[in-house]
């Protein structure tokens, strides 16, 4: 373990576990410290340390779209942003999660952000696959994943999963986008 990584225990009544990484939902409390750039409450709410690699990979957009999709829909929890941990070593590397729940989205659809140092590593995958599992366990038969049609890595990673490509849309944020969707 990295030292200081860990400032109390998690809880993980709803971690997602896979053979190697246990994806744990984002506390709102958490969520909301780190709009407001309050990093060290942030993980003490949370239980471990932010580290500069997620506090990079995420921006306000992102964080008041969590916290809105929670509030929106608090009796359907598991739906939204996790904390990508590995668990040999409890290392944070990276966030994953879904759109939203589907009676809010339309759809379960999932992302996920590995960060650089640990990518190639399969990682991506199994958070991905421990994603789809989970939603299955809900009710989702079908899943959805989209892609900037830029993003040859997530692309290669989605259709090597199983998801097929199924049309194209375009994202306000991240401009064109391929759907991939895996049914049952």
């Known amino acids: 373990m990295i030292a ?10 709803d971690a ?4 190697r990484l246990r994806l744990v939902s984002l506390v709102p409390a958490a ?3 780190l709009l407001d750039d309050n990093i060290y409450g942030a993980s ?3 239980g471990f340390v932010f580290s500069d690699e997620f506090l990079g990979s995420i921006n306000h957009a992102f964080l008041e779209k969590q916290l809105t999709g929670i509030r929106r829909a608090p009796l359907t929890p598991g739906w939204f942003v996790r904390a990508i941990r590995r668990q040999d070593d409890d290392v944070l590397i990276g966030h994953c999660g879904f759109h939203g ?3 809010d989205v339309g759809r379960a659809e999932i992302g996920y952000t590995v960060f650089a140092r640990f990518r190639r590593q399969g990682y991506g995958a199994e958070a991905a696959l421990g994603l789809v599992e989970w939603a299955r366990t809900q009710g989702s038969p079908v899943v959805f994943a989209t892609v900037s049609s830029t993003d040859a890595a997530s692309i290669g990673l989605v259709t090597k999963l199983g ?5 194209q849309q375009h994202d306000g944020d991240d401009g064109e986008e391929i759907v991939f969707e895996m049914g049952p």
């Open 16 to 19: 997602i576990v896979t053979p």
């Open 44 to 46: 003490k709410a949370q």
């Open 4 to 13: 200081g990584d860990t400032l109390g225990a998690m809880a993980p009544s």
């Open 101 to 103: 729940a589907p009676k």
């Open 163 to 167: 998801f097929r490509r199924t049309g």
């Open 31 to 33: 969520l909301e410290m």
